[in-house]
């Protein structure tokens, strides 16, 4: 059995794709495949079940499933610390990071605690909530840092890892105002209201649609544009494109501005906190001096 059998596995559940998985896996479709049908032959069992209709988890792919994310993430893990005892490993400590908060929080997150800058050198990856959570399944980086919502769900909350609040932030719907000073698009007046959305793979995306998705409310979205991008929603706010929820954090200076205004009142509003995530399993003495540093931030 090899790794990277694992990891084509991880893949290839995640996106229930063979070309999408082959893709991320920069490996070719037929090479992928037949990389899937020798872990399925080392196990025993079929993990996936291929029909006309697409791909899915097999019972016993689904079983595998939980297993197959620690070990992966456990055999990095133990390739790090070995490299470190033997003196050829670096101390770089990778943050995984939401885009929003990779601009605003984390900057000023760091720089107020000295012990952390002090301790190694820190790798900040940048990338959508999604794609910081396969980094953190896969073991490419020990901490993520991302807006968080008890109801939005997300694949980092197992028992494989443990979590800390440290700040908070707000959900604004925020829309353009008009030459009177009144948001251009206003949730409260009963019309449609042009919508700028996130996409699947935003976390912001999960939590507004958590609060607002499903819910009996008192206006009506229609959704013209989607991102992953907070700032490009912001971007296309200010123009005046729609109505968006953004993090006051990312917005604060164009609403002191004016140049953005509610488009509702405060009950539309959704507070969230800001946590950093890390696995349960202990980390490297780098890894955990830093997480001792954060806690005390």
């Excluded at 063979?18 to 069992?45: D, K, N, Y």
């Excluded at 399944?137 to 694949?155: T, V």
């Excluded at 995306?205 to 009506?220: E, Y």
């Excluded at 123009?239 to 140049?259: C, F, H, K, N, Y």
Aim: proline share 4%; charged share 20%.
């Amino acid at each position: 059995m090899e790794l990277i059998w694992l990891e084509d596995y991880l893949a290839l559940a995640e996106t229930l794709n063979f070309s999408r998985a082959a893709e991320l896996r920069h490996v070719t479709q037929p090479a992928f495949s037949r990389r899937i049908r020798a872990l399925e032959s080392w196990v025993g069992a079929a993990l996936f079940s291929r029909t006309t209709h697409g791909v899915s988890l097999t019972p016993a792919g689904e079983h595998f499933h939980n297993q197959a994310e620690v070990l992966t993430r456990a055999l990095h893990q133990l390739r790090r610390d070995t490299l470190e005892v033997s003196g050829r490993g670096t101390r770089l400590l990778s943050i995984a990071a939401t885009h929003a908060l990779s601009f605003t929080f984390f900057p000023k997150w760091v720089r107020s605690n000295e012990k952390v800058l002090a301790l190694g050198n820190l790798n900040l990856i940048s990338d959508s909530m999604q794609a910081c959570e396969q980094m953190m399944l896969r073991g490419d980086s020990q901490f993520l840092l991302c807006h968080y919502h008890q109801h939005m769900g997300s694949r980092v909350e197992t028992g494989q890892f443990k979590s800390i609040v440290v700040g908070t932030d707000t959900l604004v719907p925020l829309s353009a105002p008009n030459k009177t000073g009144v948001p251009r698009w206003c949730l409260l007046g009963g019309k449609p209201v042009k919508y700028l959305a996130y996409s699947a793979q935003s976390g912001l995306g999960r939590i507004v649609a958590a609060r607002w998705g499903n819910k009996d409310r008192a206006f009506t979205l229609e959704t013209i544009f989607t991102s992953h991008l907070a700032a490009t929603l912001l971007s296309m706010a200010r123009a005046g494109d729609g109505v968006a929820w953004l993090p006051r954090t990312l917005a604060e200076d164009d609403i002191l501005s004016g140049q953005l205004v509610d488009a509702g009142d405060p009950g539309l509003e959704i507070p969230i906190e800001i946590r950093l995530f890390r696995p349960v399993a202990r980390q490297s003495r780098a890894a955990e001096l830093l997480w001792a540093a954060f806690e005390r931030v």
